[in-house]
């Protein structure tokens, strides 16, 4: 398929209809107009995110409501405010509390995704009081700035980044959010600039179109930052920092792959269909997995879950290479409203008895001594290796499934919020044969398993 030819095609399919727009914009009306007749301290209403800028893709069906207060109120009334409007909005509706720098009000209205979000009126995004308070000052800078083609540009660039699995907001993407890629838009003027630009990008790449800072300056104010993107109503936030390592090279990757040979495979994926359970247990007969599994805490804020799975399982990563058991890779999995699954990837679950610790230089006498009195409980040594010290010592553990066994007991006690719920509910530790019968009972989890052990970029066989 020619490139234009391509690119109308995708346009077309992923621009919302009449009918769709017209649905939202009568939607979106009513609710403000609602608030805004309801009593209360708050100033102002306004339509947030791409639906409200005719940038969003068909089938988008989420509105994000702001509601805003004066910057004089108390965090407390504002809170309080805040939730008590949500409410009002949803009566005869399914909602619930949602948390994230502050609580606030979610649930579904006629089919659509509805979030009633209290917002301070600052006089400027850098002036923010809770970390919306700058989601009014996009929606007026995009608004302005982002108009005729550009919206089907930052379309198809919003598709192709769901593609190739490098979009969302959410900490479990470790991606870029719409903002971002209207940004891009307005920084290059097309999809196919933005994407050419992508397939250059080096590491600690700046983009800053309010001009604020030279690019050494923005680098010593994100030194680690893959993607520096300087927030054009505050110049002192990247608005890419969720953006992984990972993420920022697959973007790269992928915009290469696509300019040698673009497919409309780049902006609709290719869903992984599961193994056989033949093909599994071949492939588990090459490596050793274990897993934990935690029950998904109820009423809990997907991406607030999300956050702490992912410090968990950096946790017992941690502590696994502590205690001897080499984990290769892990990843997260969750269904986002039953299960949690934890895969971790190891040399080997079994370790032999005893582990050998090298020691300082003999002629540290200092640290010699400080080492040898650290460890009074020795099978063999201390014997003298290339100039050190060497010495033999048990290990605490031998087995994965009892370290891990005693490493959760332990941290049930210690955790707290959504994980410590999780961990209450249903947790376990999972070896190969549960993981197949999992792997057989859910289609979701299979499709995941399959693609981790399979572990290969998907847009290299496009």
């Known amino acids: 398929m020619h490139n234009k030819k391509l690119l109308e095609y995708v346009l077309k399919k992923i621009t919302p209809g009449k009918q769709e727009r017209k649905k939202q914009e009568k939607l979106a009306e009513k609710i403000i107009e609602n608030i805004k007749k309801t009593s209360g301290s708050h100033v102002d209403v306004m339509l947030c995110g791409s639906n409200a800028r005719d940038t969003h893709l068909k089938g988008d069906n989420d509105l994000d409501i702001f509601v805003l207060f004066p910057e004089k109120l108390e965090r407390q009334e504002f809170e309080k405010e805040g939730l008590r409007i949500g409410k009002k909005v949803f009566r005869g509706h399914k909602w619930e509390k949602a948390f994230s720098e502050h609580p606030y009000i979610k649930g579904k209205i006629e089919g659509f995704d509805v979030e009633i979000v209290p917002s301070y009126k600052v006089s400027k995004g850098e002036l923010k009081q809770s970390a919306v308070d700058r989601s009014p000052f996009h929606n007026i800078f995009l608004k302005k700035k982002l108009v005729g083609k550009k919206k089907g540009e930052a379309r198809l660039l919003r598709q192709f980044l769901k593609g190739i699995k490098c979009y969302g907001a959410d900490t479990k993407a470790s991606s870029v959010p719409g903002y971002v890629v209207e940004l891009l838009i307005l920084e290059y003027g097309s999809f196919e600039?933005?994407?050419?630009?992508?397939?250059?990008?080096?590491?600690?790449?700046?983009?800053?179109?309010?001009?604020?800072?030279?690019?050494?300056?923005?680098?010593?104010?994100?030194?680690?930052?893959?993607?520096?993107?300087?927030?054009?109503?505050?110049?002192?936030?990247?608005?890419?920092?969720?953006?992984?390592?990972?993420?920022?090279?697959?973007?790269?990757?992928?915009?290469?792959?696509?300019?040698?040979?673009?497919?409309?495979?780049?902006?609709?994926?290719?869903?992984?269909?599961?193994?056989?359970?033949?093909?599994?247990?071949?492939?588990?007969?090459?490596?050793?997995?274990?897993?934990?599994?935690?029950?998904?805490?109820?009423?809990?804020?997907?991406?607030?879950?999300?956050?702490?799975?992912?410090?968990?399982?950096?946790?017992?990563?941690?502590?696994?290479?502590?205690?001897?058991?080499?984990?290769?890779?892990?990843?997260?999995?969750?269904?986002?409203?039953?299960?949690?699954?934890?895969?971790?990837?190891?040399?080997?679950?079994?370790?032999?008895?005893?582990?050998?610790?090298?020691?300082?230089?003999?002629?540290?006498?200092?640290?010699?001594?400080?080492?040898?009195?650290?460890?009074?409980?020795?099978?063999?040594?201390?014997?003298?290796?290339?100039?050190?010290?060497?010495?033999?010592?048990?290990?605490?553990?031998?087995?994965?499934?009892?370290?891990?066994?005693?490493?959760?007991?332990?941290?049930?006690?210690?955790?707290?919020?959504?994980?410590?719920?999780?961990?209450?509910?249903?947790?376990?530790?999972?070896?190969?044969?549960?993981?197949?019968?999992?792997?057989?009972?859910?289609?979701?989890?299979?499709?995941?398993?399959?693609?981790?052990?399979?572990?290969?970029?998907d847009f290299l066989g496009y």
């Not at 780049?266 to 935690?294: C, D, S």
């Not at 290769?328 to 949690?340: F, G, H, P, Y």
């Not at 080492?371 to 099978?379: E, Q, R, T, Y």
Request: charged share 30%; with cysteine; glycine share 4%.
């Open 193 to 457: 600039k933005t994407v050419k630009a992508i397939s250059e990008w080096k590491q600690g790449q700046t983009i800053d179109l309010g001009k604020y800072w030279k690019k050494i300056e923005a680098r010593k104010l994100f030194p680690t930052a893959p993607l520096i993107i300087i927030d054009p109503v505050d110049k002192n936030r990247n608005v890419a920092a969720a953006l992984s390592i990972n993420q920022f090279s697959r973007m790269i990757v992928a915009s290469k792959a696509f300019l040698i040979k673009p497919s409309k495979s780049f902006f609709f994926g290719k869903k992984e269909k599961a193994w056989t359970v033949k093909r599994l247990n071949a492939m588990l007969q090459k490596k050793e997995l274990v897993a934990i599994k935690l029950g998904f805490p109820k009423k809990a804020l997907a991406d607030i879950v999300w956050g702490q799975i992912q410090r968990f399982a950096r946790k017992i990563e941690k502590q696994l290479g502590l205690n001897g058991f080499k984990v290769v890779r892990s990843e997260a999995w969750t269904d986002e409203k039953e299960a949690i699954v934890i895969v971790f990837e190891i040399e080997s679950r079994i370790l032999q008895k005893s582990m050998v610790k090298q020691g300082p230089f003999v002629t540290d006498e200092k640290n010699s001594k400080a080492f040898l009195n650290a460890h009074p409980k020795v099978i063999a040594g201390p014997r003298i290796e290339s100039g050190r010290w060497i010495i033999e010592i048990a290990r605490k553990y031998t087995n994965i499934e009892k370290f891990l066994r005693d490493f959760l007991k332990k941290e049930k006690r210690v955790e707290k919020g959504a994980l410590k719920k999780a961990m209450n509910k249903k947790c376990r530790i999972l070896q190969e044969d549960n993981l197949v019968n999992l792997y057989k009972k859910n289609k979701e989890f299979a499709e995941f398993l399959t693609t981790y052990l399979k572990g290969e970029e």
